[in-house]
C-alpha cells in the first residue's frame, strides 16, 4: 500500500519548503495542506501539540515535527534512492552542524532585518546578516554544492532563504550578486534541480509579506 | 601517543556534560581537557572557529561540535553497544524533536534565573522555565525515562541540568519536588547509573557559581 504523506505547511516559510524539496528529492507523493497560523486548523494542534508550528508531516497517521528532523526522517525511511545526508559520521555530523547554524543564525538575524527601522538597527541587522552568509561562502568553497559533490540536506536547509535574497535586498539595500557572489551562483544552480524550484515560495509574495508586516508594527 | 578522543571540556558545562556521559555509556578511553572560558586555547579557536564553544569532540584529529550532534556521532560510530538513538525513524525523529526543544527552553529560560535582575522579565522566565519541566513531565508520563524503558538521547540531553534544579529553587523561590515529582524520580533515577553520576556537576557548585555571577552583575 503507497504511504500517505500530509505536509502541514504555509505559504511564506523558510522551513516548509525544506520538506517538500526533501520528499521531490525521494520521488515522492504528498499532500500539502495549507495552515493559516492566526487560526490553526484542529489536526495542527493535535499534530503538534507541543509547538503548534509548521511544517509537520503527517505519514501513515503518525505526525513528524521540526523541519531538519523531518528531512532526516525521509532520509532514513526512504533511504533506497537520492541520499539526503552523507553515510559517513563525520560527515553528517558536519552537515547536521550547518544545517543547525542556518537555523541559530539566518532565521533569527532574518527575522531582526524584517522589522529593523531604516538606519542604524537596519544597518546593523543587514551586517549580522551578510557576515552569516560569507561564514557559509567560504564553507562552500569551491564545491558546486555544500554537500559536496551532490546536493544534500545542509544544501536544503540553505536554499529555502534563496527566495528570501530579494527581500533582503530590498530592505537592507545591498546587492547579494556583490557581496555573496558565490552563494547566489550556488543557489541559482540548486534552483536547476526540480525539486527545489518547485519546493520554494515566490521571492516577490514573501517581500510582500515582509512590506506588509512592516505596514502593520508601523516601521 | 595523543589520545584518539580528546574532549575540550568545562566542568560546569550541561552540554559537555551530556558528550561525557555518552562517551562514558560506551565504555570510551578519553581524555578530558578542561578550557578556561575567559581564556580560550588556540586549540578551541582552531576546532570551533564558528562558535568558540565547548564541548568539542576531537576524534583522530577532526573536531565535531555542538553537544546533540556529537552524541549521535558518538552512538553512530560506535554503534556495537549502548545504543543512545532508537533504531526505529518514526522512535529516532520523536528522540530529535524533544534533543530540540530541551535545547531551546531550558537553558535559555533558566540561565535568565542568574542573568537577569529580579523582576517581570526573570518572572516570565521562571514561569516558562516550569512550563517546559512540566511539558517534559507529561512526555515521561509513567515510563522510567525519556527514552522509554531505556536511557537514551533525550535523558543525556536533559539530565545534566538535573544539577541545576537546586540553583532553579533557590533562585525562582520553587521547590521542584512538589511542582515536579516525576522529573525529580526520574533525575534520581537517572543519577543511580555511572555514566551520568560520574559526568554531572555538583549542585552546590553551581549554585555558588551562579551566586557568583549574580555578584558580578551586581543585581
Avoid at chain 1, 47 to 58: A, D, T
Avoid at chain 1, 131 to 136: G, H, R
Avoid at chain 2, 126 to 151: C, H, I, R, V
Avoid at chain 2, 192 to 216: F, G, N, Q, T
Amino acid at each position: 500500500m503507497a504511504s500517505e504523506l500530509i505536509l502541514l505547511e504555509m505559504k511564506v516559510s523558510p522551513f516548509a519548503p525544506r520538506v517538500k524539496i526533501a520528499l521531490r528529492e525521494k520521488g515522492l507523493e504528498f499532500e500539502a495542506r495549507e495552515e493559516d497560523l492566526l487560526n490553526k486548523s484542529s489536526l495542527l494542534l493535535e499534530m503538534n501539540p507541543v509547538r503548534k508550528q509548521i511544517p509537520v508531516l503527517i505519514h501513515n497517521g503518525k505526525p513528524i515535527c521540526d523541519s531538519f528532523t523531518i528531512v532526516q526522517y525521509i532520509d532514513e525511511v526512504w533511504n533506497h534512492k537520492s541520499p539526503l545526508l552523507p553515510s559517513d559520521p563525520f560527515e553528517r555530523a558536519r552537515a547536521r552542524f550547518w544545517a543547525d547554524y542556518i537555523d541559530k543564525k539566518i532565521y533569527p538575524i532574518a527575522k531582526k532585518l524584517w522589522i529593523a527601522p531604516e538606519g542604524e538597527s537596519m544597518e546593523a541587522a543587514k551586517k549580522e546578516l551578510l557576515e552569516s552568509f560569507k561564514t557559509l561562502e567560504t564553507e562552500l568553497g569551491e564545491q558546486p554544492y555544500f554537500g559536496g559533490k551532490s546536493f544534500g540536506a545542509f544544501d536544503i536547509s540553505l536554499i529555502t532563504y534563496h527566495c528570501y535574497f530579494h527581500a533582503f535586498e530590498r530592505l537592507g539595500n545591498f546587492s547579494m550578486v556583490k557581496e555573496c557572489p558565490k552563494l547566489v551562483e550556488w543557489g541559482e544552480r540548486c534552483m536547476e534541480k526540480e525539486s527545489v524550484s518547485k519546493s520554494l515560495c515566490d521571492p516577490i509574495a514573501i517581500y510582500e509579506e515582509a512590506l506588509e508586516t512592516r505596514r502593520i508594527l508601523g516601521v | 601517543m595523543a589520545s584518539e578522543l580528546l574532549l575540550l571540556d568545562f566542568n560546569f558545562s550541561p552540554f559537555a556534560a551530556r558528550v561525557r556521559i555518552a562517551l562514558e555509556e560506551k565504555g570510551l578511553e578519553y581524555e578530558s581537557r578542561e578550557e578556561d572560558l575567559d581564556n580560550k586555547s588556540p586549540l578551541l579557536l582552531e576546532m570551533n572557529p564558528v562558535y568558540k564553544q565547548v564541548p568539542v569532540l576531537i576524534h583522530k584529529g577532526k573536531p565535531i561540535s555542538e553537544s546533540s550532534i556529537i552524541v549521535q556521532y558518538i552512538d553512530e560510530v560506535w554503534n556495537h553497544k549502548s545504543p543512545l538513538l532508537p533504531s526505529d525513524p518514526y522512535e529516532r525523529a520523536h528522540a530529535r524533536f524533544w534533543v530540540d526543544y530541551i535545547d531551546k527552553k531550558i537553558y535559555p529560560c533558566g540561565n535568565k534565573l542568574w542573568n537577569l535582575p529580579k523582576g517581570e522579565a526573570q518572572e516570565a522566565a521562571k514561569e516558562e522555565l516550569m512550563e517546559s519541566f512540566k511539558t517534559l513531565e507529561a512526555e515521561l508520563g509513567d515510563k522510567p525515562y525519556l527514552g522509554g524503558n531505556t536511557f537514551n538521547f533525550v535523558d543525556i540531553t536533559l539530565i545534566p541540568f538535573y544539577s541545576y534544579f537546586h540553583t532553579f529553587e533557590k533562585l525562582g523561590n520553587l521547590n521542584m519536588v512538589k511542582e515536579c515529582p516525576k522529573l525529580v524520580e526520574w533525575g534520581q533515577r537517572c543519577m543511580h547509573k555511572e555514566s551520568v553520576s560520574k559526568s554531572v556537576s555538583d549542585p552546590i557548585a553551581v549554585y555558588e557559581a551562579a551566586l557568583e555571577i549574580i555578584r558580578d552583575l551586581g543585581f
